[in-house]
């Protein structure tokens, strides 16, 4: 009798946890689709230090998936897996990286999405996941915003 206890209050448990799992994995499937698609940036702070206005019109990121590409004047700056957490206050995104200055190598970081605007921080490789969307001297993080420059094809998703 005591197994069919344990055994329906795991079930119950299960049953339970299930719904709230399915609406989050629904969340990260939204902003997942929301992240699709050519980006540019139009502005960003390195380590503190405002990044080149000459720097911002060759700088794109491209996801696919949840693959990104990203580039400065067709250079790779890194090629990354992204897992996000929609749920989260900030929203977190994370680059593990598997091509790049930073290959095999994780970087955490926080996003938040306004229609075709997108601003991000991420910490250098190794350090702590940034709280806000700024960028002080010496902070090692890399605060961005980022414009949509074309739709997400249909073939474009995995």
Not at 7 to 27: C, E, S, T
Not at 60 to 79: E, F, I, Y
Request: glycine residues 8%; aromatic residues 6%; hydrophobic residues 35%.
């Amino acid at each position: 009798m005591k197994t069919t206890r344990n055994a329906l209050l795991i079930g119950l448990a299960v049953a339970a946890f299930l719904p709230a799992r399915a609406a989050d994995n629904q969340v990260v499937k939204k902003d997942m689709d929301l992240l699709q698609g050519e980006w540019a940036m139009v502005s960003g702070m390195a380590d503190g230090y405002p990044i080149p206005a000459e720097m911002l019109p060759n700088s794109k990121r491209v996801c696919q998936g949840d693959d990104l590409t990203a580039t400065v004047g067709g250079n790779l700056v890194m090629k990354a897996k992204i897992t996000i957490d929609p749920t989260k206050k900030p929203k977190t995104i994370d680059y593990q990286v598997f091509d790049g200055p930073t290959k095999g190598q994780k970087h955490l970081g926080i996003y938040e999405l306004d229609g075709d605007t997108m601003r991000s921080c991420f910490g250098a490789p190794g350090a702590e996941r940034p709280t806000n969307f700024t960028s002080k001297p010496g902070d090692k993080l890399t605060a961005t915003v980022w414009k949509r420059t074309k739709e997400a094809s249909p073939t474009d998703k995995k």
